[in-house]
């Protein structure tokens, strides 16, 4: 059986947490299908030394090697025993088939890196739009691939564990050019969502948590421009955040922290500065100028009053 | 009609567009017949309906046709590498050099378009049959505003600073009070709106 080995560096834990929801396979079943070394937060009788000299002696053999969290060489900022995270990833870097970064942190170095008392933190290979993080961007692991990232502030379990199957299966996984697999980050988070209509009549809500209305114009919605299948593997199975009346984040994007203002949509003299990906600003506006002229007269009444 | 007929289809629209047009302003949309401008053109009525087949049709067709020619020249400017303000007095200059190249236009639009809302009421809602140019000063107030150059504020606020005084001062000339030919004012005028939008 293949094994997996989960550590971290500078997280909340997030992910793992998301991972605990995970839903066809579940969590136990996923360990059923690949035996998971050690995890921090569920290994009691393994200690991570013991498991780290066992491969650093080549009596352990890792196929996955998942990294949770962003990146330091600084032992002030992240330590384990009396190696940094960065010591450690250097041990294990060519002895592993799979390196996978679990979660925006270990991909694009997300909110640790903002951290301005310390511009060593970083993602695997990443940090933000720069490429090269910890592992210069030509990097690869044994088997051929760079770093697999599945961003997300968490990451969907299912992201994580369609990924796992995938590799465990044998097949080829297609990365985009941040290193996310194509298959889940092929999709914007804007295509399935319930208020695409309201998004083509540029019917907009001016509230959170409304059944109507989209949230692109007021309410700083990414949807259109961020790149997640949120609204097409749901979360928990049953909703999303512009589902449920929450703009998107964009969470899953390698420059989410640096933005400012996540519930406002930055316009200039009323215009959006950003219009959706795959479209001029020049189209969208006059596109959107003939929507507005016309009334759907459907999405402008409250759902519940609708025939 | 042998030099008319020499001309491409779009050519021909463009000869229709500025006979109806004049005719039009000089004796009211109502008062003007297809056969009317086909005869001012040579043509038979006949053929004029192969271009348009209805007067309301032209009617429309005029607006869009003034929308594309003037948006296509602030998207020019739009494309141009050159400070905010500058393009302020381009776009001013623009205006009213096509006025004064084809005066029948601006006509129209203040004696017709503004007078017989009811001809356009639909298929030219809103701003459908100008779109063109909304878009291209919507870019272009983006833009300026994105620099830093314009002071933030509504769109249609800022729009209407911008375009008001040009519709002002074409109104005037018909009205046969400008001394002075309005391109002449570009100046002036350009620095006024500049004025009124730049940040402070
Ligand atoms: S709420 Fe967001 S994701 Fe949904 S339609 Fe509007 S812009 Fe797209």
Same mark, same amino acid.
């Given at each position: 059986?293949?094994?997996? &080995? ?29 035996? &998971? ?177 989209? &949230? ?68 969208? &506006? ?22 | ?20 047009? #004049?005719? =039009? ?14 005869? *001012? ?30 948006? *296509? ?21 623009? =205006? =009213? ?9 601006? *006509? ?8 017989? #809302? ?40 800022? =729009? ?23 391109? *002449? ?16």
């Amino acid at each position: 059986m293949k094994n997996l &080995l989960w550590i971290q560096g500078l997280s909340c834990n997030g992910n793992t947490q998301s991972l605990l929801n995970a839903e066809n396979p579940y969590f136990y079943e996923l360990f059923q299908k690949v035996e &998971l070394l050690y995890h921090p937060s569920f290994s009691y009788r393994e200690n991570l030394q013991t498991v780290l000299k066992r491969i650093d002696s080549d009596k352990l053999k890792v196929n996955f090697l998942v990294v949770e969290g962003a990146v330091t060489s600084d032992m002030k900022f992240h330590r384990t025993g009396n190696y940094t995270i960065a010591q450690i990833l250097q041990k294990l870097k060519d002895k592993v088939d799979y390196i996978i970064a679990a979660g925006n942190c270990a991909s694009f170095g997300n909110i640790p890196a903002t951290l301005s008392c310390n511009p060593d933190v970083t993602g695997l290979q990443f940090r933000f739009t720069q490429k090269g993080g910890l592992f210069p961007s030509d990097f690869k692991t044994k088997s051929g691939y760079p770093i697999i990232n599945i961003p997300g502030c968490p990451m969907h379990p299912a992201w994580f564990t369609q990924t796992i199957i995938a590799l465990l299966e044998g097949r080829k996984i297609v990365l985009d050019s941040f290193n996310r697999p194509k298959e889940l980050f092929m999709y914007l988070s804007h295509d399935g969502c319930i208020r695409n209509e309201y998004f083509e009549w540029k019917v907009e809500g001016e509230e959170f948590g409304h059944k109507e209305g989209c &949230l692109f114009y007021n309410l700083g919605c990414r949807g259109p421009m961020t790149h997640a299948p949120c609204n097409k593997i749901l979360w928990n199975g049953i909703s999303s955040k512009t589902r449920a009346g929450m703009p998107c984040i964009g969470c899953t994007e390698f420059d989410f922290p640096l933005r400012r203002n996540y519930f406002e949509t930055k316009k200039n003299i009323g215009i959006p500065e950003e219009v959706p990906l795959g479209v001029t600003k020049r189209a969208y &506006l006059t596109i959107t100028g003939v929507a507005k002229t016309f009334k759907n007269e459907r999405l402008n009444k409250k759902l519940e009053e609708t025939d | 009609m042998s030099k008319i007929r020499k001309l491409t289809k779009e050519e021909r629209k463009k000869e229709i567009v500025k006979v109806a047009c #004049r005719l =039009f302003a000089e004796r009211g949309y109502y008062n003007t017949t297809i056969p009317d401008i086909a005869e *001012e053109l040579g043509m038979s009525v006949g053929n004029l309906y192969n271009y348009f087949r209805s007067k309301e049709e032209l009617a429309k067709y005029i607006m869009q046709y003034s929308s594309k020619l003037l948006g *296509e020249e602030i998207h020019k400017i739009n494309q141009q590498d050159i400070p905010t303000k500058e393009k302020i007095y381009k776009i001013v200059r623009k =205006f =009213f050099e096509i006025g004064q190249e084809q005066p029948e236009l601006i *006509e129209y639009f203040l004696r017709v378009f503004l007078s017989n #809302r009811e001809v356009f009421e639909e298929g030219c809602e809103g701003f459908l049959c100008v779109q063109e140019v909304v878009t291209e000063l919507m870019l272009f107030l983006e833009e300026g505003a994105r620099k830093g150059d314009f002071r933030q504020q509504d769109f249609f606020p800022a =729009f209407v600073t911008l375009m008001g005084p040009l519709g002002g001062m074409v109104f005037l000339q018909g009205e046969n009070v400008l001394p002075k030919e309005p391109v *002449e004012y570009s100046q002036e005028l350009a620095e006024n709106i500049w004025r009124a939008l730049k940040a402070d």
